[in-house]
């Protein structure tokens, strides 16, 4: 009969630790189950849903080996201890024998693998190992990612770091300086930047554009964002020039009587990645014609303006977090930079 393994864990989150560990469980046994835990009540705060827990498991499972079959548990109701005991280990022994019937060796790395084996309710056949307990493989931990990310980047997997990823957003009327300082941020940070969408896509359309064009904009505006949080490059901060909602902004200014033309720009904005800080430059630099604006009066710099105040507003609001109005001039960088440490 062919050996088959069982390890157990919150992942909450799961760390490079846990992959390190899944590989050695393999080196034993011909198939590992890996259970995940959902405790609604006690599971630690990770950024990240029960369900998304489990989904970054799969994945990261799945590049490691097809011999690894992930499934997960709804424990809210157990008995719960925050340490390992033999009377939890006790009541979960029999759960997982009738789950995982043709499991022969428990793999983990806290005691509660030995206490469960222990308590098998058939121990002919059981057997335990306890994987790297003193982390001295991989040195890292669920506690240790969540306590401070940044400094635990490398030991995060790719599937799970845009969930611990801070993304700030610099908006702001046309002419206003934005892009600048957005790249100039990157720079200052090392951090990817996501570019506005629209010179990347149609840089020979200028004020030639329809409303259809926007949907095309806003949707790879989307994809680039999701691109930039799951990208090497990403360090814990990603960067973005402008967002869907200002996308639309301008769509209702151009085409305003195109409501179905630019639905497709609505639905994108749903899509967009939560943003954890939103910066917004103001009107205060000198209006230039690059080819893509035709709203350099005062009057319509000033209203335009106003629009996308509103956006940053409802932005923040929606998003849960600060919204910032930069001041001018020279003193617009270390500003941005000052508060971007603060959610670091």
Same mark, same amino acid.
């Given at each position: $009969?062919?050996?088959?393994?069982?390890?157990?864990?919150?992942?909450?989150p799961l760390?490079?630790?846990?992959?390190?560990?899944?590989?050695?469980?393999?080196?034993?046994?011909?198939?590992?189950?890996?259970?995940?835990?959902?405790?609604?009540?006690?599971?630690?705060?990770?950024?990240?849903?029960?369900?998304q827990?489990?989904?970054?498991v799969?994945?990261?499972?799945?590049?490691?080996?097809?011999?690894?079959?992930? @499934?997960?548990?709804d424990?809210?109701?157990f008995?719960?201890e925050?340490?390992?005991s033999?009377e939890?280990?006790?009541f979960?022994?029999p759960?997982?024998?009738?789950?995982?019937p043709k499991?022969t060796?428990l793999f983990?790395?806290?005691?509660y693998?030995?206490?469960?084996?222990?308590e098998w309710?058939?121990?002919?056949?059981i @057997?335990?190992?306890?994987?790297?307990?003193?982390?001295?493989?991989?040195?890292?931990?669920?506690?240790m990612?969540r306590?401070?990310?940044?400094?635990?980047?490398?030991?995060?997997p790719?599937?799970?770091?845009?969930?611990?990823t801070k993304?700030?957003?610099?908006l702001?009327a046309?002419?206003?300086?934005?892009t600048?300082?957005?790249?100039?941020l990157?720079?200052?940070?090392?951090?990817?930047?996501?570019p506005?969408?629209?010179r990347?896509?149609?840089?020979?359309?200028? $004020?030639?554009?329809?409303?259809?064009?926007?949907?095309?904009?806003?949707?790879?505006?989307?994809?680039?964002?999701?691109?930039?949080?799951?990208?090497?490059?990403?360090?814990?901060?990603?960067?973005?020039d402008?967002?869907?909602e200002i996308?639309l902004?301008?769509?209702?200014?151009?085409?305003?009587?195109?409501y179905?033309?630019l639905?497709?720009?609505?639905?994108?904005?749903k899509?967009?990645?939560?943003?954890?800080?939103?910066?917004?430059?103001?009107?205060?630099v000198a209006?230039e014609?690059?080819?893509?604006?035709?709203?350099?009066?005062e009057?319509d710099?000033?209203?335009?303006?106003d629009?996308?105040?509103s956006?940053?507003?409802?932005?923040?609001k929606?998003?849960?977090?600060?919204?910032?109005?930069l001041?001018?001039?020279?003193k617009?960088?270390?500003?941005a930079?000052?508060?971007?440490?603060?959610?670091?």
């Amino acid at each position: $009969m062919m050996n088959e393994g069982l390890m157990i864990g919150k992942f909450a989150p799961l760390t490079n630790g846990h992959l390190t560990a899944f590989s050695m469980a393999l080196a034993h046994c011909y198939k590992l189950n890996v259970l995940v835990c959902i405790d609604h009540l006690h599971d630690p705060e990770c950024n990240m849903t029960s369900e998304q827990r489990i989904e970054a498991v799969r994945v990261e499972c799945a590049r490691i080996s097809d011999r690894i079959e992930v @499934s997960f548990i709804d424990c809210t109701a157990f008995p719960y201890e925050k340490e390992s005991s033999r009377e939890i280990s006790r009541f979960w022994a029999p759960i997982l024998m009738d789950k995982f019937p043709k499991v022969t060796t428990l793999f983990g790395s806290e005691d509660y693998v030995r206490f469960i084996a222990e308590e098998w309710p058939d121990c002919k056949g059981i @057997s335990y190992q306890i994987l790297d307990k003193e982390r001295k493989t991989t040195h890292i931990s669920a506690t240790m990612v969540r306590s401070n990310p940044r400094q635990y980047w490398d030991f995060i997997p790719a599937s799970v770091k845009p969930f611990f990823t801070k993304n700030v957003l610099v908006l702001g009327a046309e002419s206003c300086g934005k892009t600048t300082l957005t790249k100039a941020l990157g720079k200052v940070f090392h951090a990817p930047v996501v570019p506005e969408m629209y010179r990347s896509i149609y840089p020979e359309k200028g $004020m030639t554009f329809t409303a259809e064009d926007l949907g095309v904009v806003a949707n790879v505006q989307t994809k680039a964002q999701g691109e930039a949080n799951r990208s090497f490059f990403n360090k814990g901060l990603v960067l973005h020039d402008t967002c869907c909602e200002i996308t639309l902004m301008y769509g209702r200014e151009y085409f305003p009587n195109e409501y179905f033309a630019l639905g497709p720009v609505e639905n994108c904005i749903k899509k967009e990645v939560k943003f954890d800080l939103v910066l917004f430059c103001d009107i205060d630099v000198a209006w230039e014609n690059d080819g893509t604006r035709t709203l350099g009066n005062e009057d319509d710099r000033k209203r335009m303006r106003d629009k996308a105040y509103s956006v940053a507003v409802q932005k923040a609001k929606r998003h849960g977090c600060e919204l910032v109005v930069l001041p001018a001039d020279y003193k617009r960088l270390p500003a941005a930079i000052d508060v971007i440490e603060k959610i670091l």
